[in-house]
Each structure stands twice: as C-alpha cells, then as structure tokens.
C-alpha cells in the first residue's frame, strides 16, 4: 500500500468498502500501487494496468488496455464511444465484487501479461475529421500546427471532438480561440 494514495479511499464520500475490497484484490496480483490522475492506478515494471475511480451511480475497475483483453465474461464496458483502449468493470455493492473476486484476478493477471509482451492498441489518430474552422487555423499558423501536434494522440482527439460538437460555425471558431492558448502551453482540454 502507498500512503500516497490513502488520500483518495479516505476522502472518498461514496463508495468506501468497495473501494477497500478492489484494491485488496489488485494489490494482491503483485502490482505497484501509485496516484496517478487524482487516482489509485497499479502498475507493473512501471506500466499503467489498472485504476480505481468511483462515479455517481456506480464504481470500476478500469483497465488501461482493456481492448486487448479476451472479456470471456462479456463484463468490459467501453466508457464512452470515444474511448479506445480502456475498458471497465463497473460495480454497485460490495458483494459483486466479492462474488467476482477470482474473474477480476483473471483479468488483472491477463492485463498483466499483456503488459509483458509489450502488446499496444492500435489506436485511430484522429479517425474524426478536423473541423474547416480549426483546419483554416491550423494551415495559416505554423506554431499553432506545430503545438497541437505535439500533443498526444488523445489530447488531439479530444479538442477535434470538442470543436466538432458545435453546431454552428461561430461556435466553433469560439471554441478554437478560447482553447488556442491551452494548446500552445501542450496541455489537453481538461488539464487546466
């Protein structure tokens, strides 16, 4: 256990004793326990496998490269259709999780092992088109290219996706100013 992240499962308002059996069971398949995103996430030789989080209406297990695992149990739920590598097991007591205690060893212990054989998801770089309005911006300012290309492939998506939500052109064009200067300091969207 790492006193660093005793922080989170003791300010956590919900979801406490689910919490505490989860990462009894992650610890347990021998990975390093560490804070990562506000969040316990559990590495192996330095590689993200698996992290905690807790929302309103449920808590999960998030494994970071959850695409590549087999699910024989069907239990994986994509986030959102936007997410392409990480996968959750999602939970609302404590006695599902103590019922799925020899499944979620399974499934760490083959995240584990992709993890060991340096698999990687292959992910779409920018499979949404870029916006004309962030394109026009893009194209007239080499810095601003340049910047946002630097960005990681996530970080990229996300601001297209964001750009492309709004419906109308000025919104967009609003969008793209307001999130110019975040761009430039090689921050994502949400990293403010």
């Not at 398949?29 to 506000?38: A, H, I």
């Not at 205690?101 to 340096?118: F, M, N, Q, R, T």
């Not at 990681?152 to 100013?177: C, D, H, M, N, V």
């Amino acid at each position: 256990m790492n006193p660093k992240v005793e922080f989170y499962f003791e300010k956590a308002q919900k979801w406490q004793e689910e919490f505490k059996i989860l990462r009894m069971i992650v610890l347990e398949c021998s990975l390093t326990e560490e804070l990562k995103w506000g969040h316990p996430c559990y590495t192996f030789e330095k590689k993200n496998v698996v992290l905690i989080h807790g929302f309103k209406n449920y808590c999960a297990l998030l494994f970071i490269k959850g695409a590549l695992l087999t699910d024989p149990e069907n239990i994986l739920v994509r986030q959102t259709k936007n997410v392409q590598a990480a996968r959750q097991i999602r939970f609302i007591d404590v006695r599902e999780i103590i019922k799925m205690k020899s499944v979620l060893k399974a499934y760490i212990h083959e995240s584990i092992k992709v993890e060991k054989a340096g698999l990687k998801v292959d992910f779409k770089k920018n499979p949404e088109p870029v916006p004309d309005e962030f394109q026009k911006q893009l194209d007239e300012s080499a810095a601003l290219a340049t910047a946002f290309h630097k960005l990681t492939p996530g970080r990229q998506r996300a601001y297209i996706l964001y750009f492309s939500s709004a419906k109308q052109s000025k919104t967009r064009e609003a969008r793209i100013e307001k999130c110019m200067p975040q761009i430039f300091k090689g921050k994502g969207l949400t990293d403010w």
